[in-house]
């Protein structure tokens, strides 16, 4: 067995998962296989009288090797029979180690997420290490599927649905005080002792039989439609599931499906019916589009895959932050967070000392709740020096730039801040839509010069796009990219261009919803049609917190900067008219939408601004408009050479603009539509709509060959 070591000590079997090569356990085949052959080996022992499953590793198991089944998912597929048959081996493992006569004891030393909890759900008993950084879960929903080993038939008969359905729909992850609360493990230990306490169990208790084998059992809490304990919360499960997910991610409700019909049948019906739900989602193109792009490529991107490789790794100690508004105040606090002494500039104390502010506020809700220290609270505080200073940038190994749109205004703090650094220092812009090479022509070593366009806000969104200019050199890439995985964030790189890639792509869905108001269509039918597509915000409504003021200054930048070759955006005339009056969004107390009482709704005042037309666009209409000009302007994009790579496209217009993951990014929902029916779609909209749903040759190429963006 290469992936089990397998030891006796007193009549136990001592089963360390250690897969080799891997940093941590995953379910694969060969693990599969290896489980097999302990159990019985157990099974068949008669100087063994149990056995405790344990890791070798720091986690426990992180689930099932997702690139494994994604290899599966977009290779030569196997007929579904095949794979349900394979797919279930696993299941019917574990189904053999709990029924097979002698006691297994989880020691989870450390997390255990999807199949791995579900491994530790089928053994007798599970002790847990007492460390809150371990974390216990089965978020196989995030990825598109489902508990395919038992958890979703294990976990509401050790439970109840009522706690089980919540965590597999949500895919949350618990601290071992919080799975032991709610009676997913027995017992915690520490780490120097949890063998030996699982060892104990197994030789003086050595309970051999799980709750649901034993006659006469029920399902805690209730089971099925006719039970009235839990008929109510059902349907307001299935009601709340869906309006969280609007239809788009099939695993949501295979989920209610599976538990719902599971726990009215015996525990081997029931496993059958997760093997089938499993398989269907499998095959699904919602959970190969999520396991692609959210961990196959997020993986590469993390990974730093597109770092140049001959350039020494660095780690950012000193950072300077010139800008202390929402987002220079966001980079100082993920960074500070990161462990760097940061310096935070701006035009006076007052405004710098607000910057720091930020870190004691998001922080000090954490200390209310228990997720902090003070110690720590005051200790990453006094990683922060709000100052008016640039001399205190000396000594800074990176300098972020996060002040207004204004190229007059970039250019007078480069200059300052070069003016200290010493000369290996990178010097970064955070700006969102203004060329980098021509910020650069500011600085006085533009091969030092990089772009690192963050999102707001800075410490909750996962994305930085890092923007390579003309003279940009590979060190300054190379360090841009290391600061960003010091920070835990995700990178993609892209090449210069006017709004890059994610600015580019977010401005077309703003213009979108704003050319609608144009046309006569229902302000909530527009923010409507644009959040059942899967958009998290409607455009209005992310008009109203970037704030339209700042669409005016980049507009007016833009302008200054193309001069006869400036075209406005077709819905332009929209932003000027609020503009006007004022309304330019949240932050000054209206925009498309009232504010009022913490809430908000649509402004009243558009009905008599835009008038709504006699007639409606069908919704399904107005959805497939939003993904398809955002999809358009990411294949502009890649015929640009604006973004280096097509995976990036999916990763950045997810993690950074909300695109819909179901799709699987905008360049995969191209691949899923097929090039060609794309092209015609577009074809027939840029006939009705104008001119920005042309496609580019280059995508009429590749309509023409059937060439996919990801073969």
Known sequence: MSSIRFDVADGVAILTIDMPGKPMNVLDEQFGADLAEAVERVAAADDIVGAVVTSGKPAFMAGADLKWLGRIAFGE??????????????????????????????????????????????????????????????????????????????????????????????????????????GIIHATAAPDALVDVCSTWVREVGTAQQPWDVKGFKVPGGAGGMDPRIVPFLMGANAMAQEKSLHNYPAVQAVLSCVYEGTQVPMDAGLSIENQYFTRLFFDPVAGNMIRSLFIFKGRADKLVRRPADVPRRKVTKLGVLGAGMMGAGIAYVSAKAGMEVVLIDRDLVSAERGKAYTSKVEGKRLARGRTTQAKLDALLSRIRPTTDYSELEGCELVIEAVFENRAIKADVTAKAEAVLGPEAVFASNTSTLPITGLAESSSRPERFVGLHFFSPVDKMPLVEVIVGKQTGDEALAWGLDYVKQIRKTPIVVNDSRGFYTSRTCGAYLNEGQTMLLEGVSPARIESAAKLAGMPVGPLALADEIGMDLGLKIRDQTKVDLGDDFVDDSGFAVVATMNDLGRVGRKAGGGFYSYADGGKRLWSGLAELYPEGETQPATETLKQRFLMVQALEAARCMEEGVLRAAEDADVGAILGLGYPPYTGGPLAYIDGMSPSTFVERCDALAAEHGDRYTPPEGLRERAASGALWHD
């Open 77 to 182: 597929r196997p007929p579904i029979a095949e794979f349900a048959d394979d797919i279930g081996t696993f299941s019917r493992t574990l189904r053999r180690l709990e029924t097979c006569g002698k006691p297994f004891v989880a020691a989870i030393n450390g997390t255990a997420l999807g199949g791995g909890l579900e491994l530790a759900l089928a053994c007798h008993h599970r002790v847990c290490v007492a460390d809150p950084r371990t974390k216990l879960g089965l978020p196989e929903v995030t990825v598109g599927l489902l508990p395919g080993a038992g958890g979703t038939q294990r976990l509401p008969r050790l439970i109840g649905l009522k706690a089980a359905i919540p965590l597999m729909l949500q895919g949350r992850h618990l601290s071992p005080d919080k799975a032991l609360e709610a």
